[in-house]
């Protein structure tokens, strides 16, 4: 489902559950126009405890890292454009499915260099 939303939002898919040798690992690897994309997908079915977003907690953010770094040393192309966005899934109690694009969601830690 969020791969279909980002193909209608001209996202072109590249790679799906993507891991790295170094334990990292990308929900969906895509472009968007000129830029690599990195996308994590999170589903709730409320936000009674925040947003789906909210819900990323560091280590994850490091293990997403570490799968887009394993991905850019793939590439061996320090020049490229890169961000990581989030698709929040957000699923109502009918069972219908909203769907919604964070991007430039959060950025590479301090501590992983290119």
């Not at 997403?64 to 454009?81: C, F, K, N, S």
Request: charged content about 30%; some cysteine.
């Amino acid at each position: 489902m969020a791969a279909r939303f980002l193909r209608q939002h001209g996202y072109k898919i590249l790679y799906r559950n993507f891991r790295g040798r170094t334990g990292g690992e990308i929900d969906i690897v895509c472009r968007d126009h000129d830029t690599l994309v990195f996308v994590e997908v999170k589903t709730r079915g409320s936000e009674a405890f925040g947003r789906p977003l909210e819900t990323i907690r560091a280590d994850q953010r490091n293990r997403i890292a570490r799968g887009g770094l394993a991905w850019l040393r793939l590439l061996d192309d320090p020049e490229i454009l890169f961000r990581f966005d989030v698709v929040e899934v957000r699923m109502d109690t009918g069972g219908k499915a909203e769907c919604e694009l964070v991007k430039n969601a959060f950025q590479l830690p301090q501590s992983y260099i290119y």
